[in-house]
C-alpha cells in the first residue's frame, strides 16, 4: 500500500509527487509546504485545512451530473439542492458554502432553531430553506419570519402535532405561508452503520394512515395548495444503489397518488441525504458500490417512470446530500510527537563480551538474515525471544540482556519485512501484527474523529513526506488523550504502514481526509482538547495559495470559560498559592503561569536536531 490508497478514496483531489503529497490544484501545492507554512508562524498541535475549492467541486458535481441526467431523460422535473447544516455549521465552512453555493442557487436545511437562525442570516436570497426535525411553536415562528423575509422556505412536518401548530401559525401570522412539506415514513429503509433514519420503525416521518389524516387537515384549513413537498431520508452514507431505488419507486408512488387526491402545487420529491463519500484506502474494501452517475441516472429515470405510468407530472428532484459535499474539503494534519520503540537500533544495543548464547545467536541471526531465510529466521528469532524471557523469569539472564532481545528481535522483524515484501502474505501478516509500532499524534481522537470512536468509521491516513520510500513499520496510532481508546490499531486486514523515521533529525505528519462532514461538530472535549487550529487555503487568479482565516485552538483559559469557570476565580487562586509559598522566583513563576494560561492544550513539543 505504497500510495495509501489514494487512487481510491482521493477523486482526484490530491495526488503524490516527489515524495510528497500534493492538492491537485492551480500551483499543486504540497500539504507538508502548507503545514510547514503554518507552523513557522508558531502554531503547534494538530491543524484542520479547509480547501473552498473541494466544496465548490462536490457543488458543481452534484449539479453537473443532476442537470446532465435531466437532459439525456429529458425529464421534464428541475433539480434543485439544500446543505443541512448539521453536517458542518462552523462559521469558515458556511461562509464558503455560502458564496460558492450563490451561482448555483443552492440553499440551506436546518434542523434545528439555531441552525434555523444560521440559514436566515446567511442564506442566498433566492435559495431554497427547508426545515426539518422536530418543531415546537417558536421553530415554526422563525419558519414564518423567514418566509415575511423572502426566502423560499419549506416546513417539514415530522408529525401531525407540528401540522396543528402550522396552521394556528398561519391564522396568527398570515401571508407569506411558508410550503409545507410532509416527511413519509417508509418501509424501505437504508444500510449500514447509519440506517437508522429509514424504515418503518424510524424515528421520523409520517405513516401512509397519517399522510391521508394531514391531507384532509391542510384541505379542511384552505391550506393544501400550500403543500408542496414530500421527504424522505432513509440514512446517512448509503453504500449501495438498491435501497435507494427501492426507497424512491415507494416515495415516487406516494407522491402519485397525493397529486391524485388534489394535492396540486405538490412539486418536489426531496430525497434527503446519503449520498456516500469512498472512505476506503484498501482495494478489497469499498464504502460505496455506485458513483454520482449511477445515482443521478436511477434517481431520474425511476421517477420518469413512475410519472408516466401513473399519469401525473415529473416532480422537480430535491437532494439534501451534507457528506458527500462537506466530506473532502477539510483534511487533518497531526504531528507524530513520538515514535515508542525507536530506541530499537543497532546503537541502542548493549553487547556483552560474553553474552547468553541465546543472545549470541540472535545476532547472529540479525546479521545473516536475507531474502531466502527471512521468514524462517523470523521464527526462529520469536522462539529465542519466548525462551530469553522465560529465562529473565527465572532469574538466569538480566536486564541488559532482555534489552539486547528487545532490540534484536525488532531489528530481524524490521528485516524481515524488508526481505520478504509481498512474497508470503499470510507469514507477513503475522510478522506484522508482531512488531507494531505506536505512533504517538499530537492530536484528540474524541476531539477530531469522533465517528472513529463511536462508529468505528476509518478515515483515509497518510504520511505527507517520504512517500517515494516503502513504509516498513506496521502503525498503530495513538493520541494525546489519557484514554486507552484514544487509538487506532494496527489491523491486519487494512494494515497501515508508516516510515521508521528519527524525529531528532526531521518531522512526520501524518494527514486525516475526508474529515469536513460532521466530525468537527460531533468532536467531544474529552480530556479538554478543544477544535484543532483551523486555516482555510484559498487559490487566487494566478493560482497562488494564501492561508486565510485562522482560528487558533482555544486557549486554556477560554477552555475554561466555556466551561462556565470563572477565570478570575482561577487566576487569583493561582496566583496566591504562589504568593504564599516559600518559592524565591515568584514573579518568573507567575509570569510562566500567566503564558501557559494563554496557550492552547495541545503539546507543544519542538523536535530537538541532533547536534
Ligand atoms: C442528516 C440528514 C441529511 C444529510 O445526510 P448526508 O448523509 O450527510 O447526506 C439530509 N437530510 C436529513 C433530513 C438529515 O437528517
Redesign the pocket.
Known sequence: MKNYGIDIWSNNDFFIDEGVVKVNHASCPSLYEITKKIRDTGIRGPILLRFPHLIKKQIDSLFSEFNRAIKSFEYKGRFNAVF?L??NQFPNFVSSLVDIAKEYNYGL?A?SKAELIIAMAYNNKNAPITV??FKDKGMITLGFIAAKMGYDTTL?IEGLGELENIIEAAKEYKDPIPNIGL?IRLHSSGIGI?AK?GGINSK?GLTSTELLEAVELLKKNDLLDRFTMI?F?I????GEINPVKKALREAGNIYAELKKMGAKNLNNINL?????VEYSQHEHIHNRNYTLTEFTNDVVFLLKEIATQKGVDEPDIFT???????ASHAVLITPVLELFSQEYTEKGLRLKKHNPPLVQELYDLYKTINPSNAIEYFHDSLDHMESLLTLFDLGYIDLQDRSNTEILVHLIIKKAIELTKDKDRYELKRIQDRVQERYLLNFSLFQSLPDYWGLGQRFPVMPLSRLDETPTRSASLWDITCDSDGEIDFNVERPLFLHDVDLKKEEYFLAFFLVG??QEILGMKHNLFTHPTEVTVEFDEDGNYRLEKMVEAQSILDILYDLDYDINEIQSNLKQLIAASSCEDKERLLEILSILLHENNYLKIEVKKDG
Open positions: 443541512p448539521k453536517v436545511e434542523g426539518n426535525g417539514t416527511r447509519w433514519s421520523f421527504h431520508h440514512g446517512s452514507q448509503i434527503g441525504g446519503g449520498l456516500a439534501e446530500s451534507g457528506r458527500f459535499i462537506a462532514a460532521y
